[in-house]
């Protein structure tokens, strides 16, 4: 459920705060429990990180860019 993928989202981001796959899956839970900003907050944060561009894509899907 969304409140369990958030909580599993921050613990990885306790441990690497700029992990954009961990950005991505808390901003999925953001959404699934109807935080619209706090999600878009966090593909923000996860666009701007280097990373695969398979995740970079998906984020900007969800952005809409």
Same mark, same amino acid.
């Given at each position: 459920? *969304?409140? $369990? *993928?958030? &909580? @599993? *989202? ?10 954009? +796959? $961990? !950005?991505?899956?808390? $901003? !999925?839970?953001?959404?699934?429990? =109807?935080?619209?900003? =706090? *999600?878009?907050?966090?593909?923000? +944060?996860? /666009? /701007? #990180?280097?990373? @695969? @561009? &398979? !995740?970079?894509? #998906?984020? +900007? +899907?969800? !952005? =809409? $860019?």
């Amino acid at each position: 459920d *969304a409140e $369990a *993928a958030f &909580v @599993n *989202a921050e613990r990885a981001l306790r441990a690497d705060p700029k992990s954009p +796959e $961990a !950005l991505f899956a808390r $901003a !999925l839970a953001r959404r699934a429990s =109807g935080d619209p900003a =706090g *999600a878009r907050r966090d593909l923000e +944060e996860a /666009r /701007r #990180q280097p990373g @695969n @561009n &398979v !995740l970079r894509r #998906q984020v +900007e +899907e969800l !952005l =809409g $860019a």
